[in-house]
């Protein structure tokens, strides 16, 4: 037997396999419990609008907050790993290793419960703003990598090119450095944002009132209330309805900036 002729009946063969499972599956569930545990429309519909107006609100609130602090805090982390000061890089690489190395969830809780018993600090937006607090260091530490690697990427000729037209180290740095190297990141950064999104439905646990609810603790509720999965499926739903499209977004980045390189 030929090998394309073996190579189509085994790719034949493995589509008819999945087939088979697919249809088994299907044949198999009981999709009356299905729709009744998890697509109830009369569940559904009590949701709206409290899961868009404050679940999904605060969710995109939350991680544009972090996001923006990571950011902030990252670019700080990563100008001072790179710096020709030994002590602003022992101290950036220990920030950096240290929120790396702890889980965001850990993180959250020492912000917002021992922080404020130990050193009687009260971080404004009670219990909530110490948890966006601690997952804004856990991002920037991450994000302090990115950038980093994204002004390392820049070729040097670029800045010896500034320094030659008289502009100072630090000019050179926010006028030609950063600007380039955040053109290649935002890829990575996309990604970032992505992973934020969904990170802050650890701030559970550091408690929400009514109007402070992310889309998981919205969702949580409404399985406790109704005894019933609809409101998480709801919740999973507009995760969904953010996510696939900067998954995508990044994918386009990443396609264009390989063409422009």
């Known amino acids: 037997m ?7 009946l085994t790719r034949g063969a493995m589509y008819v396999v999945f087939l088979a499972v697919v249809v088994a599956v299907v044949l198999a569930t009981d999709w009356a419990r299905v729709q009744n545990q998890f697509l109830r429309v009369d569940i559904a519909r009590e949701q709206f609008p409290q899961i868009i107006t404050i679940a999904l609100k605060n969710t995109i609130v939350f991680t544009v907050v972090s996001f923006v602090g990571g950011v902030v805090l990252g670019v700080v982390m990563a100008l001072m790993k790179l710096s020709s000061v030994p ?3 022992w101290f950036a690489t220990a920030y950096i290793e240290l929120f790396r190395g702890l889980p965001a969830l850990l993180t959250i809780f020492a912000m917002a ?13 009670g219990q909530v703003g110490a948890g966006l607090v601690g997952l804004i260091l856990v991002a920037s530490a991450y994000m302090a990598e990115v950038i980093r690697a994204g002004i390392e990427a820049v ?20 006028s030609v450095i950063l600007p380039q190297g955040f053109r290649i990141i ?15 439905s650890l701030l ?9 609810k992310e889309l ?14 609809t409101t998480l499926v709801m919740a999973a739903m507009l995760y969904l309805l953010i996510t696939i499209p900067l998954t995508r977004l990044v994918a386009v980045l990443e396609r264009k900036l390989a063409k422009t390189r």
């Open 113 to 125: 419960y021992v922080i404020p018993i130990a050193l009687g600090v009260q971080v404004p937006g």
């Open 204 to 212: 559970f646990i550091a408690g929400s009132t009514v109007f402070t």
């Open 216 to 229: 998981t603790t919205f969702a949580r509720d409404g399985l406790s209330v109704n005894s019933n999965g």
């Open 155 to 174: 070729p040097k000729g670029q800045a010896e090119a500034a320094r030659s037209l008289g502009m100072s180290p630090a000019r050179t740095m926010l």
């Open 87 to 89: 002590p602003y890089r």
């Open 186 to 200: 935002i890829p990575p950064m996309t990604n970032e944002f992505v992973l934020l999104l969904k990170d802050t």
């Open 2 to 8: 030929r090998r394309t002729t073996r190579r189509r």
